[in-house]
């Protein structure tokens, strides 16, 4: 066992190694050096303390019971010695040595070390854009970052924000930032939010419901600068000017991988320490972990190492580097990619790989979206979700899910990740026995009653079409769309297209009315009527039927409503 373990970050992966390592070997000698004052803090929490959800930012590194995770408090309670404002200069991996400097003295030294943990993370990205170093252009990474946006919004009476990027940190700063009363347009370069999570038809749903909320999205614009002399006055894109007196940049993370590059530790092109399965970089004596580090996807189906920035993984990390330094190896089998974040109203989230993505591996796959609630429908809390599910034709395991919608998405995604991670197929998924009562599912779980739909598709017993693909053949009126919902559903709300309007009760009646000639598409509140019609019509020698998936409450674009 090596007696010194020198850990470069105070985080999130270096704290839980720390702490990890000590109760596994109490006699390792563990110091960690972090660059900053504070350590141990929840980075993920601060859009929420920007909304208003918790008033004292320092709640972010206490512990569940409300003790500082201080310097102190790691060296009583932890056995780990941590220097704050200490800066790791230089890794020397033959001598087994990290020049440091002293924030605060500018003195220097050399550490020794038998086994370098590197958990140094990531940083906000910073666009090659001018204007980023005015007053009121935040980026969000740090508890003094959103204590100082607060304290400006509050002096200057702030009340136009721009955010730059429609990623994670820009859906919750945009909800964080109305909730405070204030005007909120989000700029991004790519024609959809969450463009590197999400499908843009799923996307798109959500789109919709921040819309509703009174964010303004600005979509496939580039930022070319931010205006002002002393402050942000506006930001410029591509098209136009938006006035704006605070601008957030977030853009994304990149990983700070700079002390192992220039200490010869191998890392990607696109940035990132990468390490195997203990986390161990190509020097066995160094590990790296956390944000500063890739991953490989959990069933080898990736080629590339992925860059998916979570404290989740970091966190993960810490306690893989501290089994195998402890000689109690636990391999980490990679990432699911599992990623979600609350938008106002809605869950949106992804595991797995999206469709873009499996399509760029020319993968053989079949997807479908389903809509519908989360809770029987007498629950008086039951709320709508739709599901985009992915799997590959070959072998049909499940690949990818997608949710969105006010519904507990958070419940199906979990449980979507666990199938992907033990390389599960639909089949599988659809036989789990899912918790069910009233109050939380209804009595097929809809992840399940996805799965099932899926394996009908896959069998070619369902004929499903996206939103995405049927409104393209609506829009050339190329189909015969049949609305198969009630009157009083009809009266309420429509697709903005020439509709037949025949009830599911109707429709035997009704078949030999309609053309065999014609490419004919049945939709309803939530299409599980709609798949009926399809097989009532195929029944009646139609073969040229099919259904919209996820019907009207999935449907990504306007709804003409009506009462």
């Given at each position: 066992?090596?007696?010194?373990?020198?850990?470069?970050?105070?985080?999130?992966?270096?704290?839980?190694?720390?702490?990890?390592?000590?109760?596994?070997?109490?006699?390792?000698?563990?110091?960690?050096?972090?660059?900053?004052?504070?350590?141990?803090?929840?980075?993920?929490?601060?859009?929420?303390?920007?909304?208003?959800?918790?008033?004292?930012?320092?709640?972010?590194?206490?512990?569940?019971?409300?003790?500082?995770?201080?310097?102190?408090?790691?060296?009583?309670?932890?056995?780990?010695?941590?220097?704050?404002?200490?800066?790791?200069?230089?890794?020397?991996?033959?001598?087994?040595?990290?020049?440091?400097?002293?924030?605060?003295?500018?003195?220097?030294?050399?550490?020794?070390?038998?086994?370098?943990?590197?958990?140094?993370?990531?940083?906000?990205?910073?666009?090659?854009?001018?204007?980023?170093?005015?007053?009121?252009?935040?980026?969000?990474?740090?508890?003094?970052?959103?204590?100082?946006?607060?304290?400006?919004?509050?002096?200057?009476?702030?009340?136009?924000?721009?955010?730059?990027?429609?990623?994670?940190?820009?859906?919750?700063?945009?909800?964080?930032?109305?909730?405070?009363?204030?005007?909120?347009?989000?700029?991004?370069?790519?024609?959809?939010?969450?463009?590197?999570?999400?499908?843009?038809?799923?996307?798109?749903?959500?789109?919709?419901?921040?819309?509703?909320?009174?964010?303004?999205?600005?979509?496939?614009?580039?930022?070319?600068?931010?205006?002002?002399?002393?402050?942000?006055?506006?930001?410029?894109?591509?098209?136009?000017?938006?006035?704006?007196?605070?601008?957030?940049?977030?853009?994304?993370?990149?990983?700070?991988?700079?002390?192992?590059?220039?200490?010869?530790?191998?890392?990607?092109?696109?940035?990132?320490?990468?390490?195997?399965?203990?986390?161990?970089?190509?020097?066995?004596?160094?590990?790296?972990?956390?944000?500063?580090?890739?991953?490989?996807?959990?069933?080898?189906?990736?080629?590339?190492?992925?860059?998916?920035?979570?404290?989740?993984?970091?966190?993960?990390?810490?306690?893989?580097?501290?089994?195998?330094?402890?000689?109690?190896?636990?391999?980490?089998?990679?990432?699911?990619?599992?990623?979600?974040?609350?938008?106002?109203?809605?869950?949106?989230?992804?595991?797995?790989?999206?469709?873009?993505?499996?399509?760029?591996?020319?993968?053989?796959?079949?997807?479908?979206?389903?809509?519908?609630?989360?809770?029987?429908?007498?629950?008086?809390?039951?709320?709508?979700?739709?599901?985009?599910?992915?799997?590959?034709?070959?072998?049909?395991?499940?690949?990818?899910?997608?949710?969105?919608?006010?519904?507990?998405?958070?419940?199906?995604?979990?449980?979507?990740?666990?199938?992907?991670?033990?390389?599960?197929?639909?089949?599988?998924?659809?036989?789990?026995?899912?918790?069910?009562?009233?109050?939380?599912?209804?009595?097929?779980?809809?992840?399940?009653?996805?799965?099932?739909?899926?394996?009908?598709?896959?069998?070619?017993?369902?004929?499903?079409?996206?939103?995405?693909?049927?409104?393209?053949?609506?829009?050339?009126?190329?189909?015969?769309?049949?609305?198969?919902?009630?009157?009083?559903?009809?009266?309420?709300?429509?697709?903005?297209?020439?509709?037949?309007?025949?009830?599911?009760?109707?429709l035997r009646g009704k078949a030999a009315e309609l053309p065999k000639d014609?490419?004919?598409?049945?939709?309803?509140?939530?299409?599980?009527?709609?798949?009926?019609?399809?097989?009532?019509?195929?029944?009646?020698?139609?073969?040229?039927?099919?259904?919209?998936?996820?019907?009207?409450?999935?449907w990504p674009f306007e709804v003409k409503t009506l009462k």
């Amino acid at each position: 066992m090596s007696s010194k373990v020198l850990i470069i970050g105070g985080v999130a992966c270096g704290p839980k190694a720390a702490s990890r390592l000590k109760r596994l070997r109490p006699d390792a000698e563990i110091t960690i050096i972090e660059k900053g004052k504070i350590i141990s803090y929840g980075a993920c929490g601060l859009p929420y303390y920007v909304e208003g959800l918790f008033s004292d930012v320092s709640e972010l590194n206490k512990t569940p019971i409300g003790v500082p995770r201080n310097p102190a408090f790691f060296e009583r309670v932890k056995g780990v010695k941590v220097l704050t404002q200490m800066e790791a200069l230089k890794i020397d991996p033959v001598k087994k040595a990290v020049r440091v400097k002293n924030l605060e003295t500018g003195a220097e030294e050399d550490m020794a070390y038998d086994k370098l943990v590197l958990a140094t993370g990531g940083s906000p990205s910073r666009p090659n854009i001018p204007g980023l170093d005015l007053k009121n252009v935040w980026f969000i990474s740090h508890p003094d970052h959103v204590v100082s946006l607060k304290k400006e919004v509050a002096e200057q009476g702030l009340k136009k924000a721009v955010l730059v990027g429609a990623g994670f940190i820009g859906i919750e700063m945009a909800e964080a930032l109305v909730q405070q009363g204030l005007e909120v347009t989000v700029v991004e370069m790519i024609d959809q939010i969450m463009p590197g999570v999400l499908d843009k038809d799923v996307a798109t749903f959500a789109a919709k419901h921040l819309r509703q909320k009174g964010v303004k999205l600005v979509l496939g614009e580039c930022v070319n600068g931010i205006e002002g002399k002393e402050k942000a006055t506006a930001v410029k894109t591509d098209k136009q000017t938006i006035p704006a007196d605070i601008v957030v940049i977030a853009v994304g993370t990149r990983p700070n991988d700079k002390l192992a590059r220039e200490a010869g530790i191998l890392c990607t092109k696109q940035g990132g320490v990468v390490i195997n399965e203990y986390c161990q970089t190509g020097n066995k004596d160094i590990y790296a972990g956390g944000d500063c580090a890739v991953n490989s996807y959990v069933n080898g189906s990736v080629g590339a190492f992925l860059y998916v920035p979570l404290g989740s993984t970091a966190n993960k990390h810490g306690r893989v580097i501290a089994n195998h330094i402890a000689g109690a190896p636990t391999p980490f089998k990679g990432i699911t990619c599992t990623s979600i974040v609350r938008a106002f109203d809605f869950t949106i989230g992804r595991t797995g790989l999206t469709e873009k993505q499996v399509r760029e591996l020319n993968m053989d796959i079949e997807t479908f979206t389903w809509a519908g609630p989360d809770l029987p429908h007498y629950m008086r809390d039951h709320k709508p979700l739709v599901i985009k599910m992915i799997a590959s034709r070959r072998d049909r395991k499940l690949i990818g899910v997608q949710v969105a919608g006010p519904g507990n998405g958070a419940k199906r995604l979990d449980v979507a990740a666990g199938m992907i991670s033990m390389g599960g197929t639909v089949d599988q998924l659809a036989d789990v026995d899912f918790a069910y009562a009233p109050p939380y599912s209804t009595a097929l779980d809809p992840l399940a009653t996805c799965a099932h739909m899926m394996t009908n598709k896959l069998d070619g017993i369902a004929k499903g079409v996206s939103a995405f693909e049927a409104k393209k053949r609506m829009d050339k009126g190329e189909v015969l769309l049949i609305d198969v919902r009630t009157p009083a559903e009809f009266e309420t709300n429509q697709l903005p297209y020439d509709v037949l309007h025949i009830p599911l009760g109707a429709l035997r009646g009704k078949a030999a009315e309609l053309p065999k000639d014609k490419d004919i598409m049945a939709f309803c509140k939530i299409s599980l009527r709609g798949y009926e019609a399809q097989r009532i019509l195929n029944a009646a020698g139609f073969d040229r039927v099919q259904f919209i998936e996820g019907g009207i409450v999935g449907w990504p674009f306007e709804v003409k409503t009506l009462k």
